[in-house]
């Protein structure tokens, strides 16, 4: 068998597959068709401070190559969370990451507080989200307001601290070296581009909140090249993420300098796309006679 272990802001995983948050529920959901013992980690989806109900529909639509959402957090919020999902997830036998989304640097700190040491293994900070106090200005488009909420969260808990950066940005390169320096363990990225669609019938935008998060192949290229870049730039491990839908995609962001890849809106179309990747990795592995798999990240460019 195979080693395909990694560890990622202390993390130990058995795999460098992971789910995107908001893609897979709390794996109950698709325990009925997979193993889900056999994941690297569970990612939560995001994890608000109070219930929050998210936008109003329609949330999603499909576009060329790719996925429009909108659904904006909706979850019960942090303790419901804690004493109702958090143990059905703690019991698939793999590291659970929270995802948590505040609208304030406050509200941050005080998710993190409360979910220090209720069971999770660490936290992805979602920093893409709006700043009431910054007059709606995503936290995690600015550097200096990213690495606010960063420090003020690294010093309020012990949790290892990844965070998901937005390609929303000019240049990514410059905040994953802020939240770098403010404390984060990890990073995540990408997160989804900005995008919407209208329908030509209607001459309405589809998506009720107008703007939505694109997802799937169509993102790829640009996660790739963003993975090639922070990697390259920081000290921290990278998690890969977005388009990710075969094995071969998974060891293009791997090769770009990703330790682990977090699979997302693939598990609408197929729910088995993690396991099969996991399956591939492990007969890519075996048939180049590669019994190092650490080797592999970042090959691309530590060998050019």
């Not at 395909?4 to 709390?26: D, H, K, W, Y």
């Not at 997830?89 to 990451?97: A, E, F, N, Q, R």
């Not at 591939?280 to 592995?285: T, V």
Request: glycine share 12%; proline share 6%; aromatic share 4%.
């Amino acid at each position: 068998m195979i080693d395909l272990s990694v560890e990622v802001a202390g993390i130990r995983m058995q795999n460098p597959i992971l789910v995107a948050s908001g893609t897979f529920g709390c794996g109950e959901e698709y325990s009925p068709l997979l193993d889900v013992g056999r994941l690297g980690a569970l990612v939560t989806k995001g994890i608000t401070l109070k219930p929050w109900q998210g936008n109003k529909p329609p949330r999603i639509c499909e576009t060329p190559a790719g996925l429009l959402n909108a659904v904006g957090l909706q979850n019960p919020g942090v303790d419901a969370f804690i004493h109702e999902i958090l143990p059905v997830m703690k019991g698939y036998g793999v590291p659970v990451i929270a995802n948590i989304a505040g609208f304030t640097k406050e509200e941050f700190v005080e998710i993190a507080k409360r979910l220090t040491g209720a069971g999770v293994d660490g936290l992805e900070i979602n920093i893409s989200c709006p700043n009431v106090k910054s007059g709606g200005m995503a936290l995690g488009t600015v550097p200096e307001l990213a690495a606010e909420v960063v420090e003020a969260v690294v010093e309020s808990t012990s949790l290892p601290v990844i965070v998901k950066l937005t390609p929303n940005v000019t240049d990514i390169v410059a905040l994953a070296r802020a939240v770098t320096d403010a404390g984060a363990s990890a990073l995540s990225l990408i997160n989804t581009l900005l995008g919407m669609a209208i329908d030509i019938k209607s001459r309405r935008p589809v998506l009720g909140n107008v703007l939505g998060g694109l997802s799937g192949p169509a993102i790829r290229p640009v996660a790739v090249r963003a993975v090639w870049q922070v990697s390259q730039a920081v000290d921290v491990p990278v998690i890969g993420m977005g388009g990710i839908c075969r094995g071969e995609d998974a060891l293009e962001f791997i090769l770009a300098g990703a330790t682990a890849v977090a699979v997302g809106s693939a598990h609408f179309r197929d729910p088995l796309a993690a396991m099969k990747i996991i399956s591939y990795l492990e007969s890519y592995c075996e048939e180049n006679g590669i019994n190092d798999w650490q080797k592999l990240i970042g090959a691309a460019w530590k060998n050019k």
